[in-house]
């Protein structure tokens, strides 16, 4: 997949040559939400995975939005750093749990972080998906799960398994929602 972050550069014997950079939101030109743009709805609505009519998902959401003035990008690291911070059990003992079921269990690995944090996104009508792929870590690639935010220029990547504020060129998307 070739978006903002990742591009192909060039071909060799062994594949592509692939360029990864880590990418954020100029701060003048991202919006405020809720987001009012029909195109956008499949990454606003809930569904079984994201109840993002769920009152205590809204709740929580509204409470990372506080202070942000509407800004898309500072609630959405808001959001990414609460989710990292309040997931206290992280292990692979999840199979794939939806929303409701992370944000009363506080546990799970990188798709219950991704799943509560687009879910929490999605219930203030902000754009999001969640994108899978692989992450280099301590030598290993590694199957990895995070999230993308549009900010009304772009889709940016943040991952709440980690909780950075962006995501760097150690994550590499294979596919999206």
Known sequence: IEDARQSIEGHTDRGVLLRVTRTTPDPGEVLQFPVDDETMKDYMDGNPLMQTWYPRILGVAARQAWGTDQDIWKVSKNMEKWVFDEIKKKGFGTGFASATEV???????????????????????????????????????????????????????????????????????????
Do not use: N, Q
């Not at 944000?103 to 690995?109: A, I, K, M, N, P």
């Not at 509560?116 to 301590?138: D, E, F, Q």
């Not at 889709?155 to 294979?174: C, Q, R």
């Open 103 to 177: 944000l009363d269990s506080r546990e799970g690995d990188c798709s219950e972080h991704a799943v509560l944090m687009a879910a929490m996104i999605r219930s203030l009508s902000i754009p999001a998906k969640l994108v899978s792929g692989v992450t280099h870590y301590r030598g290993e690639f590694l199957y990895h799960m995070w999230v993308e935010v549009w900010t009304g220029t772009g889709w940016y990547a943040l991952d709440p398994t980690i909780g950075e504020g962006s995501v760097d060129a150690m994550h590499v998307k294979l596919g999206e929602s």
